[in-house]
């Protein structure tokens, strides 16, 4: 999933400072699911700025809603009927469901109300770890099932550096060397013999995001 | 295909090589590494000038190669594939040659996470292994690395990093192997202070067949006091400072340190020299330039051979 | 036996105890008759102000007890009458009754109250220990059960004089009957059980005292009254000659106990605590009072009890260790001039107030019954005789006992004991369960669904326990004005069985589907509303309360009118969340009428066969190899059985009875389900088989150990030893009794210390036990007991005097000079500071024998497999000290035996009947009913997270084939963790939804 | 056994019920002060509700100081059922406490109560 965290309260409220009529609209999709945008935290901020705004002395009218994702636009336009009335979307989706929000909202700026942060899973009840960067040629059967690209800090295909010490990256102790992973597993599947000594070619980036903004058709399903 | 290199020169008369480094500055100014290479004059058969070592920003490697071309030195400019993606890489590399350097040392680079700019983005368009790669197939086959023809060849000695102190300590050698199949001539390594562990590397690697195909380099630092040892041994990844160094350390008096450093550094040096597969040693004198001379002389590396 | 049993059991007397037996009875299917000679039911319990340890409201305790009791359709109240005798055999009895006549008709009488408001006739009221007073046609107290008043024959004026009768003219239901006569009624029953209970030492035999002559002289009981908040003095300490504040309080212990001279050669067991306990509330009452307890020995030896003894001393309560000589009063301030003897030296004192801590004894009318009925008395005390392992069955077969007609006992024995003693009469006619139950009338449950809501308030004075700090008028005005609601009043006690009748009325007649009591807590009261509401077929989670009282009246006493203003905000709080109140459904699950029970003691043991007697299937499981626990090593006994007979043939019975399944070698290694249908896993060695058993309820009787210890150079010198190591060795005639000439006995080893901080119970009797056991032996033998204080309770007594007549040596040590042991090669030198004489006492001795603690068996990973809890020192924590003494807070889990306190052998018999009692209530039904207060989720909304089956700590949530979280109703406890974190508001805890805990802050601070 | 009136107890059947929506609901509604009580650590009725609830309370806290409320008015307390004096202290303690600190800045509308510099312990 797409994990997100929530922004700084203070930066949200200085985004939204000049209005005082907002909706906050959450996403029932990824977000929900690593507890940044689901119901319970819509609720959490509206409560959160309407609170810091009666500090203030100021009030301000927020409309809550939770969407069963913005990433669909037949989702998206079910705000339609009211979105007008206010004066800002603070969206707390990931970065994909505010943009769909401005670009189907186009007269009514849409604010971010996360940070965007990897795809990933969870471990355990409240952690969340990186797991993909979405480079579009997988190369996970060739590691073991972990990704060199994104366990290891510096991408590399070919084993780990002289900076691994005791299983651990060398940019954070916490950090699992992502290539001792890699050895450990090849050795359980009994592919380290092979695969290890094979040198793996320089990668093809060019279906990562280092080859523009991409895009998926599926002419079979196209209408 | 042989180069101009001086080193590869002294490592195929069969002589115990002397390589030593200098840390370009934080500045434009170049009287600073001139200043540097002064003090390995007739000391060093070659010099590594690191690129942006741990990440700090400094002048830039291939500048400062020139600088000590000039001076009459064989430079080894150091790359990492930390700042440039393969474009860049190819330039750089078709830019030494034609300025007159032999030796490249290919590195995948400290991560930045711990350097003056840990805000910045990293590359890592291609790793180390793939770095050598770039070179071999540039310089033997005359292709970029999109296949295209290219007019010129530069003629660069290959060389690479290893770290025999890293773990996974068991691939510490086949990696070895790797960066030597992808066309590794020479390697340097992490600076050596536990020996055993060196020396049960330098067994692997000889049972590999490596040393023969390979010219490898031991690294050693003289350390300062013992304040250095016990940092180099809790904070430097993938550095192996036994007990028995700081031990040796703490045993003199302050002032005293620094000379008993050197004395375990040649001490460590004429051990390494007898290593089988041990083809000579690279000095990396940190900020301590004015010693590898001292240090060099007291192992009986000098004078060093004319070419 | 051949002939027909009756599925009916006689319960006689209406206090805890036999309130507690009808209960269990009739919940765990038999009918119920219960006898009380009162008026009303609730005995003792009803007159006492707070209980100790947990300084729990006595009558708010007990009140709904009495409620269920009175309301249940298989308990048959028959107050005002007693039982003449008793005829037929076990299994078969016809009891003959007397019922008096109440001139009052129960089936017409409304218990308004009229009749003892217009009454002309006043005398003082035995219910307030006669400080104060009632009428002629009265009712006891308040929340009497059953609510219907009775006429005093012997001070009406109409039956004195002819003419009155004003009772009559004012009843409005027409219910007042002079004409009514003494009624014998003959009643069949297959079982009898005696819960005859006490009444205190008539305290004008000890002259000395002045009770009787003082004014300011008054006895414990009447000092409760004193205290009670619906006493005669509305809860203010004050004194009867001048009903001004006393300042100085002295209580003076054994009144009437441990006093052969005057025939009563025991010990009352609880005075020590009692009297700790009103010396506690009173200091609460004013903090400024100088009290003072005049002891023989600090017995508090229960559970919890010496941690409160020692709180009270940290609060400044005084203790003296002296016997009181006499008490003069000093005719011009009344004031008391107590003089007493103190380490040898005559002291004197003047205290304003005195309170004799008197004994408990069984009334002369209950010896009479017992001669009626056949059932032998104890020499002593005239206390009911009981075999010692089967101390709930009297001489006459097929009638029992329980509480203090069985010998002196606190609350909670009486409970444990009135528990043991509904399992074991009912175990004789169980085939004949259920055969006389009436069905419980419901009315079908209304929909609400779809409609307003419609509110009533009921606020209630609770005496003047509310009303004296918060305007209840002013409350239910204010009431009437929040939305939703239709109706408000206000009651003397909303818990009275009378205001049920009301309640039930108003919600028919107004038509309300929403009810808020404003009152006191929902912990004790809740459940009775709720089945007040079911009765008229209301779901019962229509019910809210607001806790005016504990939450209010009681905290703010000095602010009235704050507390007012927060007795409104609390009513609308309470209002706004019942306009959001939703019926609830629940879901009937099957019982599994089998019975688990962990640990192959005497105490398992007697569960076992409890059950099984109880027509119940048990799994028996032992860790050991074989059964018998600590009882293997006890040899005899006080009162002269022999333990090992005993426990061969109980090990014959257990293995060998059809319905018991002994599993030995055995470990627990799961756990899980909900009461009734539970499951748990055993691995069995030396195979390490791996078996489930499937069970509906648990008992969990793990026992204790001895605590073997480091003091005293135990383990270093051979010639020092523990109690059991002594008995053992004894046993085996392994002692050259010729051989030794002194013998030195310590008591507490391990025991009160700062590291085990509580009284082990049992082992002053034991050290009595064995010291009698070596002087019978070795009549020459000096035997030295060196005690702090010397804890032999109850009938105990008796061997304790029987000891020092028998030469044994008893001397006080105190714990800031605890005894020194000193080896001399072979022999061992004690020395001790007397700290009478003020000298240390050096004994030379050749044994050394040590009283060590009791410690709860290792029990930590069980106790966290069946989730149940335990307190500090590692004994299970039952749901509540007093009232439910071997149910876990966890349904369906019951504890009995060492692992719940240190415990004789006969207390663990009963309790463990008890917990077969208790267990069986459940057992006996059919079906249970969950859910409730579950949580639920809404699949629309579910996104699947899986945080709630991370979050719950039962593991209950699990995301189902379509893709949303699934809670089932029946496994969720209700704790709410899973909605606090269900990121898509998903789930919703019943009864606490967001929607609902939002409301009373909207309320709160909004105002309606 | 007297303690101020002004504390009024919302009843949750554990504290782990208690969501952080709830506590800052309380406080968006001008409560003064907020405090979760639950049961003494390691004896929760519902093994680790109590636990899980002083997180809440602690993030919350953290929220509140970037609204600039001051974080004290949020508490937790751990007590058992049968301490009631700990209780009554606990509700003076707190009474106290918000009567030092005066109104709350959401009654108020005067700015933020508590300086931003105190923000330091945040990560991040």
Request: glycine share 8%; aromatic share 6%; with cysteine.
């Amino acid at each position: 999933m797409i994990v997100a965290q929530a922004k700084p309260i203070e930066e949200i409220l200085e985004m939204i400072d000049k209005y005082d009529k907002i909706l906050l609209v959450g996403c029932k999709g990824c977000v929900a699911v690593c507890a940044a945008g689901g119901e319970k935290e819509v609720q959490f901020l509206a409560s959160a700025i309407r609170t810091a705004r009666k500090t203030q002395g100021r009030e301000i009218e927020i409309r809550e809603v939770t969407l069963e994702r913005q990433c669909d636009p037949e989702y998206v336009e079910q705000i339609r009927g009211f979105a007008g009335d206010y004066q800002a979307i603070l969206s707390i989706a990931c970065g994909v469901g505010v943009q769909f929000m401005a670009e189907h909202y186009r007269e009514i700026p849409a604010l971010p109300g996360l940070n965007t942060s990897f795809m990933g899973g969870a471990l355990e009840q409240g952690v969340w770890s990186e797991r993909c960067q979405g480079c579009g040629n997988c190369v996970l059967h060739l590691t073991g099932g972990i990704c060199p690209i994104t366990r290891c800090s510096k991408s590399l295909l070919n084993g780990p550096c002289g900076g691994s010490s005791n299983g651990k990256c060398e940019v954070d102790p916490e950090v699992d060397c992502g290539w001792q992973l890699i050895i450990e597993r090849l050795k359980a599947l009994g592919e380290f013999e092979s695969r290890f000594m094979e040198i793996v070619p320089i990668k093809d980036w060019s279906t990562s995001r280092d080859g523009g903004p991409r895009k998926i058709v599926r002419e079979d399903m196209r209408q | 295909m042989k180069t101009e290199s001086r080193l590869e020169k002294v490592l195929e008369k069969g002589e115990f090589a002397v390589t030593s480094e200098c840390g370009p500055p934080r500045g434009a100014d170049p009287d600073l590494i001139r200043k540097k290479g002064e003090l390995l004059k007739g000391v060093v058969d070659a010099v590594n000038v690191t690129d942006c070592q741990t990440s700090v920003v400094r002048m830039s490697s291939l500048s400062c190669c020139l600088i000590l071309k000039e001076m009459g030195f064989d430079p080894i400019v150091q790359m990492v594939t930390r700042d440039r993606n393969r474009i860049a890489i190819q330039s750089d590399i078709l830019g030494a040659a034609a300025l007159g350097i032999n030796n490249i040392l290919c590195l995948s680079g400290d991560h930045q996470r711990f350097g003056d700019h840990p805000q910045a983005k990293n590359v890592y368009d291609i790793d180390s292994i793939q770095l050598i790669m770039t070179v071999k197939q540039m310089r033997d086959e005359g292709k970029f690395l999109s296949g295209e023809e290219l007019t010129k060849v530069p003629r660069l000695f290959i060389g690479a990093a290893a770290n025999p102190f890293a773990d996974p300590f068991e691939i510490r050698a086949l990696r070895l192997a790797k960066k030597v199949a992808a066309g590794a001539q020479f390697i340097q390594t992490q600076c050596i202070y536990n020996l055993k562990r060196f020396e049960e590397w330098m067994h692997r690697v000889v049972d590999m067949g490596l040393h023969e195909k390979v010219c490898i380099l031991a690294g050693v630092t003289p350390m300062k006091s013992v304040g250095m040892a016990r940092y180099m041994k809790n904070m430097v990844p993938g550095m192996d400072v036994p007990d028995e160094i700081i031990e040796r350390l703490k045993g003199v008096p302050k002032e005293k340190q620094g000379e008993e450093g050197i004395k375990i550094c040649i001490e460590t040096i004429q051990r390494l020299r007898e290593m089988e597969g041990v083809r000579g040693v690279h000095i990396m004198a940190i900020e301590w330039e004015e010693k590898v001379r001292e240090i060099a002389e007291g192992a009986g590396l000098l004078p060093r051979p004319r070419i | 036996m051949t002939g027909r049993k009756i599925g009916a059991v006689m319960v006689v007397g209406g206090g805890i105890g036999g309130v507690q037996s009808a209960l269990d009875l009739a919940e765990a299917g038999y009918k119920v008759y219960l006898v009380e000679s009162s008026p009303s039911i609730g005995g003792r319990m009803a007159q006492l102000d707070k209980t100790f340890p947990t300084n729990d409201c006595s009558m708010c305790i007990l009140s709904p007890k009495l409620v269920e009791c009175g309301r249940h359709p298989d308990i048959e109240l028959l107050t005002y009458s007693e039982l003449l005798g008793l005829e037929g055999e076990p299994g078969n009895f016809r009891a003959k009754v007397l019922k008096h006549a109440r001139y009052v008709r129960e089936d017409i009488c409304t218990g308004c109250g009229t009749c003892q408001q217009k009454c002309p006739r006043r005398t003082a009221s035995e219910f307030d220990g006669e400080l104060g007073e009632r009428k002629a046609i009265y009712v006891p107290y308040p929340q009497a059960i059953p609510n219907v008043p009775v006429i005093d024959k012997q001070i009406c004026t109409y039956f004195l004089k002819g003419k009155c009768r004003v009772c009559e003219k004012v009843c409005p239901a027409g219910a007042i009957d002079f004409e009514q006569e003494d009624e014998e009624l003959e009643i069949e029953v297959g079982a009898v059980i005696l819960a005859l209970g006490y009444e205190t030492f008539d305290a004008r035999l000890r002259g000395e005292y002045g009770y009787g002559r003082y004014k300011n002289v008054v006895t414990s009981l009447e000092f409760e009254r004193i205290l009670s908040a619906s006493g005669p003095y509305r809860g203010e300490i004050l004194r009867p000659s001048d009903n001004e504040h006393p300042r100085r309080i002295a209580w003076i212990q054994c009144t009437g106990s441990r006093d052969t001279s005057l025939g009563r050669g025991y010990c009352s067991s609880v005075c020590c605590m009692y009297a700790i306990k009103e010396a506690i509330i009173a200091q609460e009452h004013d903090p400024n009072l100088e009290l003072t307890i005049f002891y023989n020995d600090i017995r508090a030896f229960g559970k919890g009890f010496e941690g409160y003894y020692e709180s009270a001393k940290k609060a400044g309560i005084r203790f003296v260790k002296s016997i009181v000589s006499d008490v003069k009063e000093l005719p011009r301030t009344k004031d008391l001039f107590i003089r007493y003897v103190e380490d040898g030296e005559v002291k004197e004192e003047n205290f304003e107030l005195v309170v004799l801590s008197v004994g408990l004894e069984p009334s002369e009318q209950t010896k009479l019954l017992a001669k009626k009925l056949g059932v032998e008395l104890e020499p002593c005390g005239g206390f009911c005789s009981t075999p010692f392992f089967n101390p709930l069955s009297t001489t006459r077969e097929g009638v029992y006992v329980c509480g203090v007609f069985q010998g002196p006992k606190d609350i909670p024995e009486t409970v444990m004991q009135a528990s043991a003693a509904s399992a074991v009469a009912s175990a004789t006619i169980s085939a004949e369960r259920g055969t006389m139950l009436q069905q419980r009338q419901y009315l079908p449950e209304k929909q609400i669904k779809g409609e307003k809501p419609k509110i009533g308030v009921f606020v209630c004075h609770c005496g003047i326990n509310i009303a004296a700090v918060v305007d209840v008028e002013a409350v239910r005005d204010y009431a009437r004005t929040l939305p939703h609601v239709v109706w408000a009043e206000d009651n003397l006690f909303t818990c009275a069985q009378d205001t049920q009748e009301r309640i039930k009325k108003v919600i028919q007649e107004e038509g309300l589907n929403r009810v808020v009591v404003a009152a006191c807590s929902p912990r004790t009261h809740e459940p009775l509303f709720r089945q007040t509401l079911m009765e008229v077929g209301l779901n019962p989670y229509l019910f809210e309360m607001a806790n005016i009282r504990d939450q209010c009246s009681w905290v703010h006493m000095k602010d009235k009118e704050g507390a007012t203003q927060k007795a409104k905000d609390l009513v609308r709080m309470a209002v706004a969340n019942a306009a959001l109140l939703e019926p609830l459904e629940r879901e009937r699950l099957p019982v599994r009428k089998r019975a688990l029970v962990v640990g192959g003691g005497l105490a398992g043991m007697t569960a076992a066969l409890g059950f099984a007697e109880q027509g119940f299937e048990v799994f028996l499981v032992e860790r050991e190899a074989e059964l018998g626990g600590n009882m293997r090593h006890i040899y005899w006994t006080l009162s002269g059985e022999d333990p090992q007979a005993f426990l061969e043939e109980m090990i014959e019975r257990v293995t060998t009875h059809p319905a018991i399944q002994v599993i030995t070698n055995a470990e627990v290694v799961d756990h899980e389900g909900v009461q009734g249908n539970f499951s748990t896993g055993v691995m069995i060695a030396p195979t390490m088989t791996y078996r489930k058993l499937e069970h509906g309820v648990t008992v969990l009787a793990t026992g204790g150990e001895e605590y073997k210890p480091k003091e005293y150079l135990y383990g270093e010198h051979p010639a020092v030893l523990t109690q059991m190591e002594l008995e053992e060795r004894i046993a085996r005639g392994e002692l050259d009794l010729g051989e030794l000439r002194r013998v030195v006995m310590i008591q507490c080893v391990g025991s009160r210390t700062e590291q085990r901080p509580y009284c082990s119970r049992i082992c002053c009797s034991v050290a009595v036990k064995n010291a009698l056991k070596l002087k019978e032996l070795a009549p020459d033998l000096e035997i030295h007991v060196l005690f702090r204080d010397i804890r032999t309770y109850g009938l105990l007594e008796q061997y304790y005097t029987k000891a020092r007549e028998r030469g044994v040596i008893f001397t006080r040590y105190i714990p800031e000079r605890p005894p020194e042991v000193e080896a001399e090669g072979n022999r061992l030198l004690v020395k001790v500071w007397e700290n009478t004489l003020k000298d240390d006492l050096i004994l030379e001795a050749d044994l050394v024998v040590l009283s060590t603690a009791t410690l709860p068996r290792e029990n930590e990973e069980l106790a966290a497999m069946f989730k149940v809890q335990r307190t500090l020192e590692g004994f299970y924590l039952e749901a509540h000290m007093k009232l439910r003494p071997v149910d876990f807070s966890s349904d369906g889990i019951y504890m009995c035996g060492l692992a719940h306190s240190p415990k004789l052998m006969d207390e663990t018999i009963s309790q463990a009947q008890a917990a077969v009692a208790r267990a069986s209530t459940l057992l006996a039904k059919d079906e249970i009913e969950v859910g409730g207060v579950v949580a639920r989720v809404e699949p629309e909304l579910c996104a699947a997270c899986l945080i709630c089956v991370r979050a719950c700590p039962y593991g209950v949530p699990y995301i189902c084939e379509d893709g949303y979280s699934v809670i089932d109703p029946a496994k969720c406890r209700g704790c709410g963790n899973c909605a606090a974190e269900c990121p898509q508001k998903a789930i919703q805890l019943q009864h606490y939804r967001d929607e609902q805990l939002v409301a009373k802050v909207l309320a709160l601070t909004r105002g309606i | 056994m007297d303690y101020p009136p002004n504390v009024k107890l919302i009843r949750v059947p554990c504290s782990g019920r208690v969501d952080s929506v709830h506590l800052i609901k309380a406080f968006e509604e001008g409560m003064d002060g907020v405090y979760v009580a639950g049961c003494l650590e390691g004896e929760c009725h519902f093994l680790t509700g109590n636990l899980r609830a002083k997180k809440r309370v602690e993030y919350v806290k953290g929220v509140l100081t970037t609204l600039g409320i001051n974080p004290e008015r949020l508490r937790m307390y751990n007590l058992s059922a049968a301490m009631g004096s700990r209780f009554v202290e606990i509700a003076r303690e707190m009474t106290e406490m918000i009567r030092s600190l005066g109104p709350s800045p959401v009654k108020t509308g005067a700015g933020r109560e508590f300086p931003q510099e105190q923000e330091e312990g945040e990560e991040q």
